[in-house]
Each structure stands twice: as C-alpha cells, then as structure tokens.
C-alpha cells in the first residue's frame, strides 16, 4: 500500500498492488514545520512552513507532466507503528520505481552571476549529503534530478553532475552512473559490504536506529523496526547481511586510528560512537563509524583449501564460522583469522583479523586497551601466507558477539 498526493488539488490516493499510477518522489532534507500526513488530510496548520515545501513541489513536478507526487513527511502514518514499520522496509522500492526523484536541496541558491565552480562548491557541501536517508535516495531512483532552493533552477543530474558526488560522498562514479545494484548481471559482487558501509559512515541520523533502518533498502534487507534499542539496531542489520551475503568485508572494520590512539583522546571515543564499557566486542561493529575506512576494500576470490568463504551462522553462543587460522604471536594468546577481502589495486593483499582464545574454546575481538582503542585488523600478503599454509587450520569456530546497546 501506498499513499500519493495529486499534484492539482492535495488530495491523497491510496493504491495497491500493481495499481499504483506513475508519481514522482522527493528526497529532501527534513526542516522546521514539516506537516504530517494528518495535517495534510484536515488541511491544519497552514502557517508552516512544509505546506510552501509540499505546494511548491506539487507545482514543479506538475508542470514536468507528473499528476501524483511521493514525499516521506505526509504519505506516511506515522503514528502507526504497523505503517512506519511498512513504509521504511518499503522505501527503496518506492524511490526505485518512481518516474523520477527530484532531490530538494534548500541551501543551495540559484546561480545567478556566481561562476560554476563557486555553485559547484556549494552544491557539494550541501547538507543533503551529509544525512543518513539520503545515501538510499541518492542510488535508490532510476533517475535523479538536483533542484535548487527556488525550485526555478535544476542544477543536474546525478549522472551529469557523478564527479561532483563522487568529491562530496566518495561513491565510486560507476554506482553514480548505473542503476543501484550489489551485484552484475552475472551474480558477481561489484562493490563489497565494507565499502557500501563506508559511504554511510561520515551520515547522521536524528535517531540512533535510523542509521541501520536507512541501509536496509541497498541490502535488500527487510527486518522489524525496535526504536528504542539504539545501537543494537546497527548489530541487527549486519546479522542479516551475514545471513544473506557471503562476504566477509563485513569484518573487515576497526576502530583505532593509529595518529590518535591515546586513553586522554576523548574526542576519538565520541566520533566512533563506542559505548566506554564495549571492551570485546564482536565479528561485527557497534557502530557504522568503523567503516569510515572502508571506501578501498573488495573481495578476494581464491581457490585454495583454506579460503574463508564459509557458511556462517549466529547461534546461542556466538557466531559459528569456517575460516583458516593460525598462531599471531608466540607467547600470546593471539591467533590471525585471514579474511576474503583486501584493498583494491593490490591482488596480493589481504586482511587479516587478529583474535583472543577463550577458555571455552571461543574467540573474541578486543576493541580497547586500557591505554586507548586497539588494531585488531593487520596486513596481509598473499604470497607470504601461501608459504605459510602448513601453519593454518580451516577451522570451525565460534566468536562471542558483545551487544553495544547493552553498554549505552
């Protein structure tokens, strides 16, 4: 079920099915005095400000030739839990079916006399790139259009305009250019998990959730919304990436920044977003800001005995999978888990994951030291660890997986 606005008169459709008319969406950035779907309906509160935003975009895309409209802040009930629920898990296919996705950028001004480069530069740091829902609007749409503050002016397309997005977001120009998928037609991965999640580390959301909620449609992940469990949210959506995806880039993060590593560095606990308390964590990360790094990483394919490109599993005692693992460090309780994935441009790289022996026989990942954030995750070299093939073990192991919404 969908609801549209007809463009001449406000009204509001409801469709279902395969009924659905051709409408035209928006991507915008949320404002002071957006009106909700109830407003919409009794026509209430007129003096804010989000009736000029919806009267304005009826207009614009009526006159481009669209008779029903789609905008996220009055097409959803968002005072049902069931609605919300259903509106979020359906969004990315609402965008990807739209005729076309007009992308308001209010703090862009028209051109007038400023030269290109001067509204390029400030197309670039608009804040429209910088939140959480976007980065699905963004690749989401078939074909996206750029319009500026007055809605008199389009600045582009993301086609015309993929190298000025690719400097805002750091999204490779083929994602630009394409139409959004994981994967090529012949099933093959053309970007890793890691690397998508880099370009949402540096986004925000207004809530906690929403930074897992808003990912879901590139994944092609549907699950429950909880608002209210906070970070635990961002660990929900990875298992179901795992489950889904055999791509172990999604392992691949790291929490230290070796130029800041320091107990005194407050500033680097705040900007990962790391509960204090998160001290062994897990295969996978508290918090999307471990990916910021991420932007380089691709699979590796290989086809010796000990690739790690295993079933796996989350169970009652932590996350059961297959991978070759051999002895870090002499003397210490540390072994090296090589993961599938290294950074592009370099075939010969692969990552390795270093990890901590339990008594029970289950390995964990520590994050933080009492001096500071750890490196867990180190370099590779392919030839070197063929050498070293006698030393692993294809094993069947089981990581403790720590809840970073437990600790907040």
């Known amino acids: 079920m969908v609801r549209l606005i007809k463009t001449d008169?406000?009204?509001?459709?409801?469709?279902?099915?395969?009924?659905?008319?051709?409408?035209?969406?928006l991507s915008h950035r949320w404002e002071a005095g957006e009106i909700s779907l109830q407003e919409l309906q009794g026509n209430l509160n007129q003096h804010k400000a989000g009736w000029l935003k919806l009267r304005r975009f009826c207009q614009f895309a009526d006159y481009k030739g669209h008779r029903f409209v789609w905008i996220d802040t009055c097409c959803i009930d968002k005072t049902s839990s069931a609605d919300l629920s259903e509106a979020i898990n359906s969004m990315f296919k609402w965008y990807r079916r739209a005729e076309r996705c007009y992308a308001y950028l209010y703090d862009v001004l028209p051109r007038g006399d400023l030269p290109f480069s001067d509204w390029m530069q400030s197309f670039r740091c608009s804040?429209?790139?910088?939140?959480?829902?976007t980065l699905q609007e963004l690749l989401a749409p078939r074909e996206l259009i750029f319009v500026c503050r007055s809605w008199e002016e389009e600045i582009g397309t993301r086609t015309s305009l993929s190298e000025e997005v690719k400097e805002a977001t750091g999204i490779p120009k083929q994602a630009l250019v394409q139409s959004?998928?994981?994967?090529?037609?012949l099933g093959s991965p053309k970007y890793s998990i890691a690397q998508v999640m880099s370009w949402a580390s540096g986004?925000?959301?207004t809530r906690t959730e929403d930074t897992a909620y808003s990912l879901m449609g590139l994944f092609h992940i549907s699950m429950p919304l909880l608002y209210g469990e906070g970070q635990n949210a961002f660990v929900r959506l990875q298992l179901e990436i795992m489950s889904k995806y055999d791509d172990y880039s999604l392992f691949a993060w790291t929490t230290?920044?070796?130029?800041?590593l320091s107990a005194r560095n407050q500033a680097l606990n705040q900007s990962l977003e790391v509960p204090g308390g998160y001290r062994w964590g897990g295969l996978l990360a508290p918090t999307i800001r471990c990916f910021k790094n991420c932007n380089n990483y691709r699979r590796v394919f290989m086809t010796d005995d000990h690739d790690c490109s295993r079933s796996i599993s989350m169970t009652s005692r932590?996350?059961?999978?297959?991978?070759?693992?051999?002895?870090?460090?002499?003397?210490?309780?540390?072994?090296?888990?090589?993961?599938?994935?290294?950074?592009?441009?370099?075939?010969k790289h692969r990552f390795g994951l270093v990890v901590h022996a339990n008594f029970d026989r289950k390995y964990a990942r520590r994050l933080q030291e009492d001096e500071g954030f750890i490196t867990d995750l180190v370099d590779c070299e392919v030839d070197?660890?063929?050498?070293?093939?006698?030393?692993?073990?294809?094993?069947?192991?089981?990581?403790?997986?720590?809840?970073?919404g437990d600790h907040e």
């Open 9 to 25: 008169d406000l009204s509001v459709r409801v469709y279902e099915g395969r009924n659905v008319p051709g409408y035209a969406i």
């Open 127 to 133: 804040e429209w790139f910088e939140r959480g829902w």
């Open 203 to 205: 986004r925000h959301t």
């Open 180 to 185: 959004w998928s994981l994967k090529d037609d």
């Open 384 to 404: 070197t660890e063929r050498e070293r093939w006698s030393e692993y073990e294809l094993c069947s192991l089981v990581m403790t997986q720590d809840w970073p």
């Open 318 to 347: 932590g996350i059961q999978l297959q991978a070759p693992l051999r002895r870090h460090r002499q003397g210490r309780n540390e072994w090296l888990l090589l993961l599938d994935c290294g950074r592009e441009g370099n075939r």
């Open 256 to 260: 230290s920044l070796p130029s800041l």
